[in-house]
T-cell receptor, first 114, second 110 residues
């Protein structure tokens, strides 16, 4: 049982390049989330999904896109990378709301945009 | 608006007790979480409160007062490995969207 896995662990992008951050969970969780965490700051929700085929924007969705074709996978797409997107990106999943709302986080992807 | 406030940093001595406070103002409330995050790592679950009162789990306890929009995390018998950031998070009425505070960095000194 691997939990939540993310790839890559670290990436350097040039301004204007695009990339996809991969996230997979093997816990059969319906809810999945993408957060970014800037140095010394809390987590900001980018996008979330309540099930396959259903996604919605969080607090800071601009510059990102997501898809959820399966329960397991929730990739995050960065189009036209900008220095402001330099951050650590965490993917998380949870079984349901209330007590099941405990989120399990992946190890994170560190992204540097130069 | 939605806001979660926590102190930025705290320092405590090994073996001591420390209390980390959290106040929140959110558009809905369906529970409050505390997560621990070591430097360079992902957050991990510590506790969950949905009703008023104290939840105890080993050296860690968490308290909630919904009427005051207030919670605290109590860490007893501090160990060096407790040096980490502690994130207060509120889950909204929908039951899945979580708002995180900026976190409190705790330094435990010998």
């Amino acid at each position: 049982n691997a939990g939540v896995t993310q790839t890559p662990k670290f990436r350097i992008l040039k301004i204007g390049q695009s990339m996809t951050l991969q996230c997979t969970q093997d816990m059969n969780h319906n809810y999945m989330y993408w957060y970014r965490q800037d140095p010394g700051m809390g987590l900001k929700l980018i996008y979330y999904s309540v099930g396959a085929g259903i996604t919605d924007k969080g607090e800071v969705p601009n510059g990102y896109n997501v898809s959820r074709s399966t329960t397991e996978d929730f990739p995050l797409r960065l189009e036209l990378a900008a220095p402001s997107q330099t951050s650590v990106y965490f993917c998380a999943s949870s079984a349901s709301g209330t007590e099941g709302g405990t989120q399990y986080f992946g190890p994170g992807t560190r992204l540097l945009v130069l | 608006g939605q806001n979660i406030d926590q102190p930025t940093e705290m320092t405590a001595t090994e073996g001591a007790i420390v209390q980390i406070n959290c106040t929140y103002q959110t558009s809905g409330f369906n529970g409050l979480f505390w997560y621990q995050q070591h430097a360079g790592e992902a957050p991990t679950f510590l506790s969950y409160n949905v009703l008023d009162g104290l939840e105890e789990k080993g050296r860690f306890s968490s308290f909630l007062s919904r009427s005051k929009g207030y919670s605290y995390l109590l860490l007893k018998e501090l160990q060096m490995k407790d040096s980490a950031s502690y994130l207060c998070a509120v889950i909204n009425t929908g039951g899945f969207k979580t708002i995180f505070g900026a976190g409190t960095r705790l330094f435990v000194k010998a």
